[in-house]
């Protein structure tokens, strides 16, 4: 379940790369442009946009940053599987990443913000042995 799920972030880091703009797509004008287009179609169509897209609409290091962090997690997404500790810091950053695009263009990815589609990568079966007995003791 791991490597299909990195596998598909891998996949859209390599469409980036090979994309007209390819590694200068980290430089966060491309996302910066492609956040300000959504609000502006959103405003334009009737929906709601993200508040947060006109707030930080002059903070172009900060997009480069989020651009450059973004094809990060993607392109390295199948080489975290070789360490837990690893993988797990990377799953924590793809769903920090999903609930980032809420934020600045109000696009919800149901299963990735729920955490499911995360939750391979940790242990949690140990949650459930730290839990109270719930069986009926009578």
Known sequence: MNLVTTLTYFLSGVAKLKGPLGLNWASGETLRRQIANDAIR????GS???PLAYTLYKQT???TMLAAGSL???V???AVLVDRRLARLWALAAFGMHW???ALMNITFRYPMSGMLFMPFFEIERIAALLPDLEDKR
């Open 100 to 102: 980032g695009i809420y």
């Open 61 to 63: 290091g900060l997009f």
């Open 76 to 78: 390295i997404a199948p």
């Open 72 to 74: 990060v997690v993607e």
């Open 42 to 45: 959103k405003e334009v169509l």
């Open 48 to 50: 709601e946009s993200a």
